[in-house]
């Protein structure tokens, strides 16, 4: 089954202790992306993958890091969380980046 | 500025009562409008992709239409379990995809 896949599902961690969510896909998409969502602010992109080791920033990318070693994964790292990083997170992939995306199950993030 | 603005934000149908949900964008050069349909705590599904005024897409009790500045996800006689909050995407000038905030969706039974 084509899917995306986001490991956890759910996390409640403290300020400033490091964390990594995984993002898998098994469609061979070249084009990954993350994604948080708020309410009232809708869907922003943090960070993007064009392919393996090419990375850009979305429109929020400060206080996340990502990294792009193997085609199918694409893990969101918070190296200092803080409380304002709450939010649902979803991890997407794609063709190419105007294509149609793809979307994980999300993971749930709480900072206190 | 490339926008994506979605109306009505939220909507209150009766089962069967068919309706419609607004897309308006501001984009140079459309290159791709794209429906999702997301359930709450859930990612987006992706539903259509458009790609030129006057392109219509359907899929069960939804139709999809393209104009020069606007698409229309048009539902006709809904059922409790189309409730859902629906996306509007295009894509940008940059390549990227820009998400509109949503319109949700309740049908009461």
């Known amino acids: 089954e084509a899917q995306v896949t986001q490991n956890p599902r759910y996390l409640i961690t403290v300020t400033g202790k490091k964390l990594t969510v995984t993002c898998s896909q098994n469609?061979?998409?070249?084009?990954m992306s993350w994604y948080r969502q708020d309410p009232g602010l809708g869907l922003r992109q943090i960070y993007y993958?064009?392919?393996?080791?090419?990375?850009d920033k979305g429109d929020v990318p400060e206080g996340y890091k990502v990294s792009r070693k193997e085609k199918r994964n694409f893990p969101l790292i918070l190296e200092s969380p803080s409380p304002n990083q709450t939010s649902l997170y979803f991890c997407?992939?794609?063709?190419?980046?105007?294509?149609?995306?793809?979307f994980g199950p999300g993971t749930r993030l709480t900072v206190t | 500025e490339d926008q994506v603005t979605q109306s009505p934000e939220a909507l209150r149908l009766q089962e069967g009562e068919s309706s419609s949900l607004n897309c308006s964008y501001t984009?140079?050069?459309?290159?791709?409008l794209f429906w999702y349909r997301q359930d709450p705590g859930k990612g987006p599904e992706f539903l259509f992709t458009?790609?030129?005024a006057g392109e219509e897409k359907e899929k069960e009790r939804l139709k999809a239409t393209l104009t020069k500045k606007e698409s229309f996800l048009h539902i006709t006689a809904p059922k409790p379990e189309d409730s859902a909050t629906y996306l509007c995407?295009?894509?940008?000038?940059?390549?990227?995809?820009?998400f509109g905030k949503g319109t949700k969706l309740s049908v009461k039974p």
């Open positions: 984009v140079s050069g459309l290159r791709g």
């Open positions: 458009l790609y030129s």
């Open positions: 469609m061979n998409h070249e084009y």
């Open positions: 993958s064009m392919n393996v080791e090419v990375t």
């Open positions: 995407a295009v894509r940008g000038s940059q390549g990227n995809l820009i």
């Open positions: 997407a992939s794609s063709l190419g980046r105007g294509d149609e995306q793809y």
